[in-house]
DNA sequence: CATGAATGAGATTTCATTCAT
DNA sequence: TATGAATGAAATCTCATTCAT
C-alpha cells in the first residue's frame, strides 16, 4: 500500500546530491530571515522537510554547511567576474564593470557580507580542517583563473597582479563591510556627530576604493 | 596599613574597575591560549579566582567581556596613534612609522586580530545595543581625535581625510588577516601550489597597502 | 553637618523592635501584592528602606519572616476569638459569631490564607528548630487560653472539648481554602461541568461546616 | 528476542510512557529520603539514570514532576475509594471501610500527605496553567464517579452530596495533617504541656471526624 | 549595627551532536 | 539512509545567605 509519492530515501548520487542542496536552500532561507547569527540545525531540518540526524548525514557540523555556501556564493561571483574579462576593453572600463558586478552581486545576495564576515571567526573554527582546505583551495584556483583571464586580455601586465589585486577587493570589502554594518536598532545614532564623518558609507567608500587600488596599481 | 593582597570586596569604584578589570585579564588569558573561540563563562570565572556569579555582577554577557577587552585594546592603539602625530615630520615618515606602530601592536597584541574580526559577527550580536553604541562611539571619537590631531600637524589637508585614511587603514587590516588567517594544521598547504601566490603575506602586504592608501591620498 | 533625620542605628530595643517591623511591613505589603509565593529577600529589604544584610540582623532566613506574620496573624485571630466570650450567650449565638468573626478576619486579612497554608509545606521547613516551636508553643496556649475562656462561659462542658473544636476549624479553614483556591487564569474553568459542583464555596461551604462541626458536638 | 533490558531510546508511545514513569519513580525515591522539600532536578536526572536535558523533555518544571506523582497518588487512593462501593453494605460500615483505606493508603503512600499539603503553595504555582487545570479536572471528575457510584449502591441520598462530602474528607485529611506534622527534631516538645491536648493525634482524629462528618451528614 | 559585594547552588533553556533503532 | 530521542556542555538568571568592611 505504499504510495510512490516521494522516495524516502537518497539512493543514488543525483538524489543525495539534491537532498543536500535542499539542506543548503533551508539554510540559506532561514539565514537570510536573520543574518545576525546562523539558524538551528534543527530549523533548518524542519524547513527542509528532514529530520534534525539527516542533516549530519550530509554536513558534518553546522558551519560545515554554511561554508558551503559561502562556497556557491563565492564560485558564482568569480564566474561573474571571470565573465567581464571574456569581453575586454581598456582598464578603466574593467574596473567599472568590476564594481558594478560586485555590488550588484552584493544586492541580489545580501547574505554574502554577514556570512563572508563569518569565515573567519566562526565557520572555519568549526570545520573540518580537509574542508577549510578545499574552501580555501577553491579561493585559491579562482583567483589564479581571474589572473589568467586577465594577462589573456592584458598581457603586459605581470602575472598574479590581478590575483593580487583581487585579494586586496576582498579584504575591503569584508573590512569596510564589517565597519559600517551597524545593528538596526543602533542606526539613530548614526545620525549624530560624530558618526556621520566616521562610519563608511559603504557602497560608495567601496566604489571609489576600488577605483584607487586598481588604477593606482594598473595605471602606473 | 594598607594591605597590599587583592580586597576581598569591590567597596569603592575604583576597587570596582579593579575586580571588573581582573575579569578582563583572566579572559584575556584564556583567550590567547585558544583564540578559535571565546573560552567559557565558568572558565573565566575561576582564572580570576571568582565565583561565576559575580562575573555576572560586571557584565550581562559573556560577549561583553570581550568587546571591553576589543575596546581596551582600540584604545591602547589609537593613543599610540595619537602619539605619532606629536612629533610630525614628513607625510612619509608619518606613514612609516604609522605602519610599523600597527604592526608591532599586532606582535605584543597577538588576540587583537582574532578578536577584531569576532566584534562584528559575533560579540556585538550579543550585547546590549546601548553597550555596542558606546563602543561604536569610542572608535568614531577616536579616529575624530586623530584626525584633529593630523590637521594640527599638516594644516594643508582636508578634515575628515584622515579620519577616512584611517577608517580604509582599519578595514584593510580586517579583511587581509582574515583572508590569511589560516588554522595551525593548514600551514603545510600553503607551501603547495598555487596558495603562495594567493595567500597574503600579512606584514609584507599590509606595509605596501598602507603606502598606497595613505601616500595616494595625501600626496595629490 | 550630619542631620538629624533618621537615626542610621537602632540603638536601643525600641527602636530595633521598630525595625524589626518595618521588616514585616514591607514584607506583608508585598506579599499582599503576590500570594502565589514568597517575595525575595532584596523587594522586602528595597521596600523596608533597608539594605539586604540589615534583614539577616533581624531574621535568620525569609521564611522565619513570614512566620513571625503568621504568629501575628493567629494572634489577632485568637483575641477576637477570645473577645467574643466575654460577652456569652448561648453556643448556637456563639457558633454564628464565631463564624462572622472569622469570615471577616479572612476578608481583613487577605493575605492570612495564602500564608497559613505555606506554613507547613514552606516556612517551617526553613526555620530554626526553636522558631517553628514557639510558633507552634504560641497556637497550642491561646488554644488552651480559648478553652480555659470557654469553660468558664459554658461550664457544663469538658476540658479540651472547645480547644479541640478549635483544631478542627482549623484543619478545616486550611483544607477547604486549599482546595477552593483556583489560579485567576483557571477561573473560566470553574464555571464548567463538573466543577460547579466539585469545587467548594469557600464561605458558604465553611459557614456550614463550622455549624455542623460545632454544634454537633457541643448539642449532644 | 526482546530484550529485557531496558532500551536506551524511548520510540513509540510505550516506551515514552515508561521512561517518563522511570523519572517518576526516581522523583518519588528522593522525595522519600527527605519529604522536607523537593530534591533538585539533577539528583532526579541522576538517580533516573538519565542526563539532565532529558528529564526536561518529558517535564517542563520540577514542580511538574511532583504535581503528576500527587496526580497517581490520588488517582490511586480514588479507585480504591470507588472500590469499597461496589460491595455496598450500610452506610456505617461504609464510613468505616472509607476511614480505614485512607489510612491504610496513607501508612503505604508516607509521601502522599507532604506532596498534597504542597500542591496549592508550590506545585501549582510553577506549573503551566493547562496542567494544572487537567489536575484539578482529574480531581473533580474522580470526585463525581464516586458520586455517582454511591448513588447507585444508595438512590435515595441526593446527588452531590457524597461528593460535597468527599470534598471535606480531603480538606480534613489536608488540614489535620499540616496541624499535626512536626518535625523530627520537634517531637520532644510534643510531650510538654500543653501540647499533649491540643496537638491532633491524627490517625485518631481523623476516624473520628470522619465517622462525624458522614454520618451527620447522611444519617439524617 | 549596617551595608552590599560575593558566593554558589540550582532552575531553566538552548542546541549541536551522537547514536540506537 | 533516516529518524528523533538522548546527551551534556554552557549560558543565563535568580536568589538566599554570608561576610569583609
Not at 545576525?36 to 554547511?65: C, D, H, N, Q
Not at 555556501?69 to 581598456?90: C, H, R
Not at 586577465?150 to 603586459?156: D, M, N, S, T
Request: aromatic letters at 8%; hydrophobic letters at 45%; glycine letters at 4%.
Amino acid at each position: 500500500m505504499r504510495c510512490i509519492t516521494q522516495r524516502l530515501r537518497a539512493i543514488d548520487d543525483s538524489e543525495k546530491a539534491a537532498r543536500r542542496q535542499s539542506i543548503l536552500d533551508a539554510a540559506k532561507a532561514l539565514f537570510l530571515e536573520d543574518t545576525s547569527g546562523l539558524p538551528s540545525v534543527i530549523s533548518i531540518a524542519r524547513k527542509a522537510g528532514l529530520a534534525k540526524g539527516t542533516v549530519y548525514l550530509y554536513f558534518k557540523t553546522k558551519e560545515e554547511i554554511f561554508l558551503a555556501i559561502l562556497t556557491e556564493d563565492y564560485e558564482i561571483l568569480m564566474v561573474e567576474v571571470i565573465a567581464l574579462l571574456d569581453n575586454p576593453s581598456s582598464i578603466d572600463e574593467l574596473v567599472d564593470s568590476l564594481t558594478s558586478t560586485l555590488i550588484s552581486f552584493l544586492d541580489t545576495h545580501p547574505r554574502f557580507m554577514p556570512l563572508a564576515s563569518m569565515a573567519s571567526p566562526v565557520l572555519e573554527q568549526n570545520v573540518d580542517i580537509e574542508i577549510v582546505g578545499q574552501f580555501k583551495l577553491m579561493l585559491a584556483e579562482k583567483i589564479n583563473d581571474i589572473d589568467e583571464h586577465f594577462l589573456l586580455a592584458f598581457p603586459h601586465f605581470k602575472k598574479g597582479q590581478c590575483g593580487s589585486l583581487l585579494l586586496h577587493t576582498n579584504a575591503l570589502i569584508l573590512g569596510l563591510w564589517q565597519m559600517q554594518s551597524w545593528p538596526e536598532k543602533l542606526k539613530p545614532l548614526l545620525n549624530q556627530f560624530p558618526f556621520n564623518t566616521v562610519v563608511p558609507d559603504f557602497k560608495k567608500d567601496l566604489t571609489l576604493s576600488l577605483k584607487n587600488l586598481w588604477k593606482g596599481s594598473l595605471s602606473s
